[in-house]
């Protein structure tokens, strides 16, 4: 986490230095429709050896994802630097009178990358574009079994991580209004070139074979982008 | 510009601060209603320990087993004064646990024991074992006795009596016996074996309480089985003690030649009679159970030897050189080595003794000979020719055989009772009638063929017989005279013997028709036939007998008349003699008086 908030403000460093003209901050949120096969499969296969009665009370469901954005505002074309941050998870419950039993799991994805936007068409003020967006991913894998008795718990914890690539190309429609204005986004996140999730020690998770390239983040994201374009400043006072 | 960068910092943290706590999370949990009013275990326990205080005599098996219905049994623990003792088994099939236990140099010891099963409620607790119901059982006290049972065994009126040191126990116990013929029960702390009839019997005693006292003993006892011999001095005779348990048997068995002869409790001895003179006869011995088990045998033998049928009369003097009779008395000779050294040994019927007469080296092929009536006795001793008076065994004459034969070899007849002899003199081609007291020829009758003739002289020296010529001479005042003599035939009679007594007659057999001629005038005094091909062994003439052999028998018939009188079964007929009323072979003997 440490080094991906480095990148991150390494970005916001490099760009504060550049001249504002056409800048645009953006921020976009919605939800992913995360794949998460692999990852499901551990929630079931561990559900299915509990002694005792329990429930999966969510399953790496679609979840919020959060993503800053700056761009160079062009007449039809823009591009930018992104970083984008989604997170799902699971968990197993059971509680009665005698004691509790939790499984979690909780998986968060830190993806720095470029972004390019295309004019496609105009309708009125309203424009509509395609986007492409593409950068590295940095996954990371929590996992919590608690078991709790009368007065005497156990907790035991897991940690993964694994590191891709990805490319999410897309459509946008934007309504610009003054140096504010808001998206409708809607595209296809595709993870590729990943590795295996390993632990500390470089144990590799046991079911690592499920774990396919295309089975993770991979899915559709749809989310609403608000931005605030920096006016471009008059310059020809100066001259 | 400024107011720019102010913005752009300001945005960025908060986009930082966002996303570090947008991570996703649910506090949403699945709580379920679980009903802890369900039924107690329907468990039933046994336990081998059957009072509260147990005496534990050695290493001891403790048992647990039960039975479980309605829940899923947890664990079975064992706890020793407090402290959890491993169980030592576990048959799951049957729920049975065990642990065995050894109480060496603890003297009190407290055991109870702590069943775990499931209570069934369905929670988590239940289902990962950690929620449970618990038997728990009293406490039973243990005790170690260090002192060990000991068995003891005693004979009373004919039976075997078993004692043994009685349990320590609140409870009428039960003891279990097993000996190596049988098993038994008792409460007693004693036992009348009335299956035991002698010989190493091993006794196991146990206490039928599933192994928890450990009371155990045991015990090898071995009286010994009656001894028994063969006697065989007079008659055929199987000889034994009387057995000490006389009341669990039912008698005696021998089993001799094949046949089974079983006698009464109050015999000791059993006489054979139908054995087979000379034979090598195999008795086995055995006791008569009257209550048989384990072995479901109805006799216990213990007992084999062998021995010679009928008598033995040299008694384990095995090599026997040969035997030489005189015609009449009850005394004859026999010579033996004894420990290298050659004897010859005077036997008499009368005391059935022998004893050493005479040391000679000389074997017995050295030509000896015993008058008729046993009064001397001729041997050929290393080339000199010796003449015991047997009136003391006394040498009177011993003198080289050179003297009546140049070549050194004598070829003699029987000596007569007046010393005489007839021998084949080499160089005159004559038999030659030899007075040896005086150590002179008393005549010599020429032969004209070259053939090897042979004498045998009568007791009186007055008679000789040539079997060749089958001719019987007549010496009287230093010459001789021919008798009779058959014609035109050599060896007619097989089997010639002349008598002991004065009269002298002479007993012929030429292989069919037996002949008892008188000397003087050849007249018969009697004759009959026997069957072919019997061989004539010897007569008797004192007791008026003949013996024959034919195929594995001898017969016996009577001198007078060839009245056939015994016959009797035999291995063989060699070095054999009828000598006052006994068969004798070798070292076998057979009264005919026994028969």
């Known amino acids: ?239 | 510009m400024n107011l720019l960068k102010t913005a752009f910092y300001t945005i960025s943290f908060i986009a930082l601060l966002m996303l570090s706590s947008c991570e996703y999370q649910t506090d949403k949990i699945y709580f379920k209603e679980v009903n802890k009013d369900v039924s107690q275990p329907d468990l039933t326990v046994n336990l081998n320990l059957n009072s509260d205080t147990i005496y534990i005599y050695s290493y001891s098996t403790i048992k647990l087993s039960l039975q479980l219905t309605n829940k899923t049994l947890y664990a079975v623990k064992f706890f020793l004064d407090g402290n959890e003792y491993p169980l030592a088994n576990y048959s799951g099939d049957v729920n049975t646990y065990s642990f065995d236990i050894n109480l060496t140099g603890e003297p009190v010891t407290k055991v109870r024991a702590e069943i775990y099963t499931s209570t069934g409620t369905g929670s988590i607790a239940d289902k990962i074992g950690a929620e449970s119901f618990i038997f728990k059982s009293k406490e039973w006290v243990l005790i170690n006795v260090p002192d060990k049972p000991v068995i003891t065994s005693e004979v009373i009126d004919g039976r075997l009596k078993i004692s043994w040191t009685p349990i320590k126990s609140s409870l009428k116990s039960k003891y279990l016996i097993s000996t190596s013929y049988h098993k038994d029960s008792t409460y007693n702390n004693w036992y009348i074996d009335s299956t035991y009839v002698g010989g190493q019997n091993y006794i196991s005693l146990e206490i039928k309480d599933n192994d928890v006292s450990g009371y155990h003993a045991y015990s090898e006892i071995n009286y010994p089985f009656p001894t028994v011999f063969i006697d065989n001095k007079d008659k055929f005779k199987v000889c034994w003690e009387k057995c000490k348990f006389y009341n669990n048997i039912a008698g005696y068995s021998c089993e001799i030649d094949n046949e089974v002869y079983n006698t009464k409790i109050s015999d000791t001895t059993f006489v054979y009679k139908n054995g087979i003179l000379g034979h090598y006869t195999y008795v086995t011995f055995g006791l008569l159970l009257k209550d048989y088990y384990k072995d479901n045998s109805k006799v216990r033998y213990y007992f084999s030897n062998a021995a010679y049928y009928p008598i033995d009369w040299a008694q384990k003097r095995r090599y026997i050189g040969g035997i030489f009779y005189p015609y009449t008395g009850n005394t004859f000779y026999f010579w033996s080595d004894d420990n290298g050294v050659g004897k010859l040994y005077k036997y008499s019927l009368d005391t059935k003794t022998y004893t050493s007469q005479v040391t000679s080296p000389s074997s017995y092929y050295s030509n000896y000979s015993v008058s008729p009536n046993n009064k001397y006795i001729l041997y050929d001793n290393s080339g000199n020719l010796k003449l015991m008076a047997t009136d003391g065994m006394i040498n009177v004459k011993d003198f080289p055989i050179k003297n009546i034969s140049p070549s050194g070899s004598y070829y003699g007849s029987n000596v007569s009772d007046l010393a005489t002899i007839v021998y084949w003199n080499y160089v005159l081609k004559s038999l030659t009638v030899y007075d040896i007291l005086n150590e002179k020829p008393i005549c010599n009758i020429p032969f004209t063929d070259d053939y090897f003739h042979q004498g045998s002289i009568s007791a009186n020296g007055k008679y000789l017989f040539e079997p060749w010529t089958s001719t019987i001479y007549k010496i009287e005042n230093n010459s001789y005279t021919k008798v009779w003599s058959y014609p035109n035939t050599t060896s007619k009679f097989k089997f010639y013997q002349f008598s002991p007594d004065m009269q002298t007659t002479i007993a012929l057999y030429d292989g069919s028709t037996f002949y008892l001629k008188n000397c003087s005038d050849f007249s018969t005094l009697a004759s009959f036939s026997l069957n072919n091909n019997e061989k004539v062994i010897n007569v008797d003439f004192e007791k008026k007998k003949i013996l024959t052999y034919n195929n594995l028998f001898f017969y016996v018939y009577s001198l007078a008349d060839g009245k056939l009188l015994n016959s009797i079964r035999t291995s063989n007929y060699v070095n054999t003699r009828l000598f006052d009323d006994n068969i004798f072979m070798e070292n076998v003997q057979l009264n005919l008086n026994d028969l």
């Open chain 1, 1 to 239: 986490m440490n080094f991906k908030l480095f990148l991150i403000s390494g970005f916001v460093l490099c760009f504060s230095s550049l001249k504002a003209q056409n800048v645009q901050f953006c921020f976009q949120t919605g939800y992913g429709f995360y794949d998460m096969s692999s990852a499901k499969v551990i929630t079931t296969k561990s559900f299915e050896q509990l002694p005792f009665d329990a429930k999966i009370i969510s399953n790496y469901p679609t979840y919020h994802y959060y993503q800053p954005m700056i761009k160079f505002i062009g007449k039809r074309t823009d591009f930018g630097f992104v970083y984008l941050f989604q997170t799902t998870g699971s968990r197993i419950s059971a509680k009665d009178y005698s004691g509790e039993y939790r499984f979690d799991s909780k998986i968060n994805c830190h993806s720095p990358g470029l972004i390019i936007n295309q004019v496609i068409n105009d309708y009125g003020i309203i424009k509509m574009g395609l986007y492409m967006q593409i950068g590295a991913n940095f996954s990371a894998m929590k996992l919590n079994e608690y078991l709790q008795i009368d007065t005497i718990s156990r907790s035991n914890d897991y940690k993964l991580s694994a590191s891709s690539f990805y490319f999410e190309p897309g459509l946008h429609l934007v309504y610009p209004k003054d140096s504010w204005g808001i998206e409708l986004n809607v595209g296809y996140y595709k993870e590729f070139l990943r590795t295996d999730y390993t632990g500390e020690n470089n144990s590799i998770i046991p079911i690592k074979k499920s774990f396919n390239e295309s089975d993770m983040w991979d899915g559709l994201r749809i989310g609403l982008t608000f931005t605030y374009t920096i006016p471009e400043r008059d310059t020809s006072n100066k001259d």
